[in-house]
């Protein structure tokens, strides 16, 4: 049983973290994106607001039909993570990049910084603990979310807690809730010390 | 080598006509109250705000043929609440020019050595100090120190001692003072007193033109009402 426990949560571990992953691959550009193109920025913040307001079994429900994302498995659990976790990572990108002091990147263009060094030497670095607290929510989202995948046969700890539940098996869904919740602490508190590390000075 | 910085009949949306010779080696202050159109004046000439009629040149080059990124290079900046990188030492900071123009680490080191010891805050005691963990007017003055490293041609400064307190002031001046090099300067501020001592020339703007333009000693005794009203606000003696 406690291989079982260990190999289901690695499970679900790995659906998390490729979802957040290409999450932050797609996210961290799109959120540059916004800041330099406020109008079509605002578009694609609301578009994600939206994604992220349909409840989770219900975009999973949404997926399924959907031909190559979706289906019954693993994929379409990912992909309805990366959609939840795109979000916090798009938003605090864009909020941390416009929460740069004025005068600081005012100051970087005086200098003689290109506009590539003035994003990749000032404001990235600036908008980095914003950034990293985004991936931490993500990342505490999708665990969440990810226990619910277990519905679509998505895998991970939710497979122990939707079994517990249909055969009455208190201990069979705590073996799903208790590393979930485990995990979920677990994520918050690590990237909650590397955000506190990225505030330099 | 200092540079000329000439602006021909600037208009946009702030300045109405904005014409103005200013030699090698000047130093210059704009003076004139908030919104008068000083502070676009000084971005015009590293190319901050851009005019939308007329021209900008810098030693008889117009800005709209020159290398935007080069000139800033050799063009020091200081403004108001020195705009240091918060995430990068004090050190880093001030080597930010020397490093974009390819300064080899040990020219940026002893430059940035010899420059922290004209603001009188050595580089040893310093250097790996984080601009959060100075006082205003250190941060000021490094902030100084990083516009005049590199040895700029032309030297822009934005109200730079608008939001310290006056004994701070007074020092930061006179430190200016000592260390106005061979660039050409242009000094904004609200200040007559603070214009007339780093300043050998005054231009008072108001409402996106030139009202006045004469050397600090005339200026007083000039007999335009707006410059009398400065003069009697600043209580300098007439």
């Given amino acids: 049983m406690i291989g079982e426990i260990l190999r289901i949560t690695a499970e679900h571990v790995l659906i998390v973290a490729i979802a957040v992953g290409v999450a932050v691959v797609l996210g961290i550009p799109l959120g540059i994106y916004c800041t330099r193109n406020p109008r079509a920025g605002r578009v694609a913040l609301r578009v994600i607001d939206t994604i992220q307001t349909i409840p989770s079994l219900a975009l999973f429900g949404f997926l399924i039909p959907v031909p190559f994302i979706g289906g019954i498995g693993m994929r379409t659990a990912i992909v309805a993570l990366i959609l939840y976790s795109l979000l916090p990572i798009v938003r605090n990108t864009f909020v941390g990049i416009r929460g740069v002091d004025p005068v600081v990147r005012d100051a970087g263009v005086a200098l003689g910084l290109t506009s590539r060094q003035l994003l990749f030497d000032v404001e990235l670095p600036l908008a980095m603990p914003s950034i990293v607290a985004g991936i931490r929510i993500a990342t505490v989202i999708g665990i969440g979310v990810a226990t619910i995948a277990a519905a679509v046969g998505g895998g991970g700890l939710g497979t122990f807690i939707f079994r517990g539940v249909a055969m009455v098996d208190t201990r069979l869904i705590l073996a799903g809730a208790l590393p979930a919740a485990a995990l979920a602490l677990i994520a918050d508190v690590v990237l909650s010390v590397v955000e506190r590390r990225m505030i330099k000075g | ?238």
């Avoid at chain 2, 003076?31 to 705000?49: D, E, F, M, Q």
């Avoid at chain 2, 601009?131 to 941060?139: F, I, M, N, V």
């Avoid at chain 2, 050998?200 to 333009?213: K, N, P, Y």
Wanted: some cysteine.
């Fill in chain 2, 1 to 238: 080598m200092p540079s000329s910085i000439t602006v021909r009949e600037v208009f946009n949306a702030i300045l109405q006509g904005i014409s103005l010779h200013i030699d090698p080696g000047e130093a210059v202050a704009f003076v004139g109250r908030s919104g008068a159109g000083k502070t676009t004046t000084l971005r015009l000439i590293n190319g901050l705000v851009k005019p939308a009629r007329g021209e900008v040149l810098i030693d008889d080059v117009p800005l709209a043929r020159t290398d935007l990124v080069a000139l800033r290079r050799r063009t020091g900046y200081i403004i108001q609440g020195s705009g240091l990188f918060p995430h990068r030492t004090v050190y880093d900071n001030v080597a930010t020019v020397p490093r974009l123009l390819g300064w080899s680490e040990d020219r940026i080191r002893a430059a940035a050595s010899e420059v922290m010891t004209r603001i009188a805050m050595p580089l040893e005691k310093f250097g790996a100090r984080y601009p959060r963990s100075l006082s205003g007017g250190e941060q000021q003055r490094v902030g100084i120190a990083r516009a005049i490293v590199a040895n700029p041609s032309i030297l822009l400064c934005d109200e730079p001692f608008g939001a310290l307190d006056p004994i701070v002031r007074r020092e930061l001046q006179e430190t200016f003072r000592a260390l106005r090099s061979d660039a050409t300067i242009v000094f904004v501020t609200h200040d007559l007193a603070e214009a007339m001592r780093v300043a050998d020339r005054v231009v008072l703007f108001e409402d996106g033109a030139i009202v006045s333009d004469s050397t600090s000693l005339e200026f007083p005794r000039l007999q335009i009402p707006l410059v009398q009203q400065f003069v009697a606000a600043a209580s300098l003696p007439a």
